[in-house]
């Protein structure tokens, strides 16, 4: 006769002392939070590092326990690096971490949760890892907009229409437009640092909510997990999640200037176009339509970006209703957070290697210059001649109009019919010079002559390259 199967073991819980029985299995299923928590693991198990060696100096554990349950959170970090969060039936991180520290040392891992509260430790385990996930999201935006530099550097002779409201403004050079997508990037970096100083708040040793029960050291603690401060005040430190919410705009944010960027490069990729041409790597093909290139690398990127403006609202959302203090609702930051994370992990080497390759047709560019671009120059040459702006603004838009009227470009009106509009016009005309000559004249600091952008060009090689050399 077969052996009856042994009994499974009942789930570890750090709760449950005052209930006759356990939660249904509904209330497990929507409780249960292991399926995203998980990969906090290596926090909890350095912050309950952290947290043995504040009891110990506290005087809740003798020296040998505290050398005991260490070894143990050792072992138990093995574990997980090994996969022993896979198919894990606990409840969260948290429980898993402590369950297996029970089956690695015993009766004693009941002492290393003295005076601490799973409302310190998830929010402590979650700054933790958001401190490390936007120091690599500030390497990989450093390496984009050094990229951005790079190929600027390259076309800084090249001359192309600027444009706005999506219509042919004005000259100017191929780097005056890609710099234009690193400046964000480089508000992108400032705003990260600033979020990080903030997130750099220590709320271990808060308790629940009222402080914790043991003299515990707080600033044992933050020098030892490598915090800036610690938290003012316990009930606060339990129930932020500003730091999320703050980080979740940055990336949305950020999201929205990679989308941006996305948008132009996809529109000059096109056949009517043709500025730029992405490298097979970074181009897909049709199902259908065999000679289809299609810029998919900036179509999704477009595309995650209403998804983290999803996460931020989704959170905003969450925060706006509850009161002080944790409340599980909090369960739901990491999702969205993580979410934000990875998504900008996939899109930033994407869209920073469909930059690096892909290839500029400055002929195309070139042809696309128009001479209606050069209105704003006939403008200031009047300007020079002594006529109000405001009133060349007006004759050359009447010889615009001649040049509509008559079919030819806005540099071939006739003479005569120029000086019927004004005297000063021919003069004017004859002094257009060349498409340099028109992106030179805009050589204010921040302007598209070369000497502008080459400043530039300097400012962001050492907010970017050098940046990546230091790191």
């Given at each position: 006769?077969?052996?009856?199967?042994?009994?499974?073991?009942?789930?570890?819980?750090?709760?449950?002392?005052?209930?006759?029985?356990?939660?249904?299995?509904?209330?497990?299923?929507?409780?249960?939070?292991?399926?995203?928590?998980?990969?906090?693991?290596?926090?909890?198990?350095?912050?309950?590092?952290?947290?043995?060696?504040?009891?110990?100096?506290?005087?809740?554990?003798?020296?040998?326990?505290?050398?005991?349950?260490?070894?143990?959170?050792?072992?138990?970090?093995?574990?997980?690096?090994?996969?022993?969060?896979?198919?894990?039936?606990?409840?969260?991180?948290?429980?898993?971490?402590?369950?297996?520290?029970?089956?690695?040392?015993?009766?004693?891992?009941?002492?290393?949760?003295?005076?601490?509260?799973?409302?310190?430790?998830?929010?402590?385990?979650?700054?933790?890892?958001?401190?490390?996930?936007?120091?690599q999201?500030?390497?990989?935006?450093?390496?984009?907009?050094?990229?951005?530099?790079?190929?600027?550097?390259?076309?800084?002779?090249?001359?192309?229409?600027?444009?706005?409201?999506?219509?042919?403004?004005?000259?100017?050079?191929?780097?005056?437009?890609?710099?234009?997508?690193?400046?964000?990037?480089?508000?992108?970096?400032?705003?990260?640092?600033?979020?990080?100083?903030?997130?750099?708040?220590?709320?271990?040793?808060?308790?629940?909510?009222?402080?914790?029960?043991?003299?515990?050291d707080?600033?044992?603690?933050?020098?030892?997990?490598?915090?800036?401060?610690?938290?003012?005040?316990?009930?606060?430190?339990?129930?932020?999640?500003?730091?999320?919410?703050?980080?979740?705009?940055?990336?949305?944010?950020?999201?929205?200037?990679?989308?941006?960027?996305?948008a132009?490069?996809?529109?000059?990729?096109?056949?009517?176009?043709g500025?730029?041409?992405?490298?097979?790597?970074?181009?897909?093909?049709?199902?259908?339509?065999?000679?289809?290139?299609?810029?998919?690398?900036?179509?999704?990127?477009?595309?995650?970006?209403?998804?983290?403006?999803?996460?931020?609202?989704?959170?905003?959302?969450t925060?706006?209703?509850?009161?002080?203090?944790?409340?599980?609702?909090?369960?739901?930051?990491?999702?969205?957070?993580?979410?934000?994370?990875?998504?900008?992990?996939?899109?930033?080497?994407?869209?920073?290697?469909?930059?690096?390759?892909?290839?500029?047709?400055?002929?195309?560019?070139?042809?696309?210059?128009?001479?209606?671009?050069?209105?704003?120059?006939?403008a200031?040459?009047?300007?020079?001649?002594?006529?109000?702006f405001?009133a060349?603004?007006?004759?050359?838009?009447?010889?615009?109009?001649?040049?509509e009227?008559?079919?030819?470009?806005?540099?071939?009106?006739?003479?005569?019919?120029?000086?019927?509009?004004?005297?000063?016009?021919?003069?004017?005309?004859?002094?257009?010079?060349?498409?340099?000559?028109?992106?030179?004249?805009?050589?204010?600091?921040?302007?598209?002559?070369?000497?502008?952008?080459?400043?530039?060009?300097?400012?962001?090689?050492?907010?970017?390259?050098?940046?990546l050399?230091?790191?």
């Amino acid at each position: 006769m077969a052996a009856d199967p042994p009994t499974p073991a009942p789930p570890h819980l750090m709760w449950g002392g005052r209930f006759a029985g356990g939660p249904s299995e509904a209330l497990d299923a929507l409780n249960r939070s292991l399926g995203v928590d998980h990969r906090l693991w290596p926090q909890d198990v350095a912050a309950s590092r952290a947290w043995a060696h504040a009891l110990g100096r506290a005087g809740v554990l003798a020296a040998d326990e505290e050398g005991l349950i260490l070894i143990g959170l050792d072992r138990v970090a093995e574990r997980l690096a090994d996969g022993a969060a896979l198919g894990a039936p606990d409840e969260d991180v948290h429980t898993l971490v402590e369950r297996l520290l029970f089956e690695e040392i015993g009766d004693l891992a009941g002492k290393l949760h003295t005076g601490r509260s799973r409302n310190d430790q998830v929010a402590t385990d979650l700054r933790l890892w958001t401190l490390e996930a936007l120091d690599q999201l500030d390497a990989d935006l450093a390496v984009l907009g050094a990229t951005l530099v790079g190929r600027a550097r390259e076309g800084i002779d090249i001359l192309l229409p600027g444009y706005t409201h999506s219509q042919r403004a004005q000259p100017v050079r191929w780097a005056y437009a890609l710099i234009a997508h690193a400046w964000p990037l480089v508000r992108d970096r400032q705003r990260l640092a600033d979020a990080r100083r903030r997130v750099a708040e220590l709320p271990l040793g808060s308790g629940a909510l009222a402080g914790s029960g043991f003299a515990v050291d707080r600033v044992l603690l933050k020098e030892a997990l490598g915090f800036r401060a610690i938290s003012p005040h316990a009930l606060d430190a339990t129930g932020d999640r500003d730091f999320v919410a703050e980080v979740l705009f940055v990336l949305a944010l950020l999201a929205t200037h990679l989308s941006r960027l996305g948008a132009e490069i996809v529109l000059y990729s096109t056949a009517e176009f043709g500025f730029v041409r992405l490298a097979d790597a970074y181009s897909t093909g049709s199902s259908l339509l065999p000679q289809k290139r299609n810029p998919d690398v900036f179509e999704l990127a477009r595309a995650k970006a209403a998804r983290l403006t999803g996460d931020l609202v989704a959170l905003l959302g969450t925060l706006k209703g509850v009161q002080a203090g944790y409340s599980k609702d909090f369960q739901e930051d990491k999702a969205l957070l993580f979410d934000a994370v990875d998504t900008l992990g996939l899109v930033l080497p994407a869209v920073t290697g469909a930059i690096a390759t892909m290839t500029v047709d400055a002929t195309k560019m070139q042809a696309a210059l128009d001479p209606s671009l050069r209105a704003t120059d006939l403008a200031d040459l009047l300007v020079d001649a002594g006529v109000p702006f405001r009133a060349s603004h007006g004759i050359v838009g009447r010889l615009v109009r001649e040049a509509e009227r008559l079919g030819v470009p806005l540099d071939a009106v006739p003479e005569g019919a120029a000086a019927a509009i004004h005297p000063d016009l021919p003069d004017a005309l004859r002094a257009l010079g060349d498409w340099n000559d028109s992106v030179e004249r805009r050589a204010t600091p921040g302007g598209s002559a070369r000497a502008s952008v080459q400043a530039q060009l300097l400012e962001l090689q050492h907010l970017f390259v050098d940046s990546l050399r230091v790191d």
